[in-house]
């Protein structure tokens, strides 16, 4: 329950309602395969577009927690870079208890996070939808101007501000390998900004993958994708669940 603003023990974990809203739409989302380094905790994120009503086009993205010492998780080399206040934030433990996932969730913001790392996007079958190439240089854009403020040197956003072009559809290459799935696949490249590569896979189904992955942490990955990845947090210790009557893929979450 709520209290004044404050969370009970008891309230529910938000993720739990936005793993179900995603189930709902009806196809499997994909994600980075299962790796010492990284850790799914089974956040998402979802835009949904309607016509009449009716879905006609989503996005879905998964983050992922990075261990740089996956052997000792108390190791310090493991911890993001934090300035004093939200540090000392992270650190404070209120007078009143807190909700398990909470505890949880604020525990994994000390860690570095590839922040919408994979994104799988589904259009309804005759619709109109951006190209492959216009759909990651989005999504580079996006990663960028959100987590990339300060090494591009980003104004604030106002109404005589806006964030200036980092990427364009000039600079997308095609015909680059994508590993899915175990196999290599024609995909797209972006490989122009400083701070992070972009990568793009048309799957079987139709739906579209999209990467965007750090430069400084690219020795630690395994740049490999798996085209349906279940939703729950277990998934990395079960990459091999297989759920039956899906749409688009096999393993439901």
Request: charged fraction near 25%; glycine fraction near 8%; aromatic fraction near 6%.
């Amino acid at each position: 329950m709520d209290f004044g603003g404050v969370l009970g023990a008891d309230a529910p974990d938000p993720e739990l309602e936005q793993r179900a809203t995603v189930r709902a739409l009806g196809f499997d989302v994909a994600g980075l395969v299962a790796q010492r380094h990284l850790e799914d905790s089974g956040s998402l994120g979802v835009q949904t577009s309607e016509s009449d009503g009716v879905l006609v086009g989503a996005t879905v993205s998964r983050q992922y927690t990075l261990w740089r010492n996956p052997d000792d998780r108390d190791d310090p080399v493991n911890l993001a870079v934090l300035d004093d206040e939200r540090r000392r934030s992270l650190e404070e433990v209120p007078p009143w208890p807190r909700p398990d996932w909470l505890v949880a969730t604020v525990e994994r913001l000390r860690y570095p996070m590839l922040w919408e790392a994979v994104q799988t996007h589904w259009s309804a079958p005759g619709r109109t939808r951006p190209t492959a190439a216009e759909t990651l240089v989005q999504h580079v854009q996006n990663v960028l101007v959100n987590q990339y403020r300060d090494e591009h040197a980003l104004p604030d956003l106002t109404a005589e501000h806006t964030w200036p072009t980092l990427v364009d559809e000039r600079s997308v290459q095609s015909g680059h390998p994508v590993l899915v799935d175990g196999a290599e696949r024609p995909g797209l490249l972006l490989d122009t900004d400083p701070f992070v590569l972009g990568l793009a896979a048309e799957l079987d189904d139709g739906r579209l993958l999209t990467a965007v992955l750090p430069r400084d942490e690219l020795s630690l990955l395994t740049v490999a994708f798996d085209s349906a990845v279940q939703l729950d947090r277990i998934a990395a210790d079960r990459p091999g669940s297989i759920a039956p009557d899906r749409p688009g893929g096999t393993a439901a979450g």
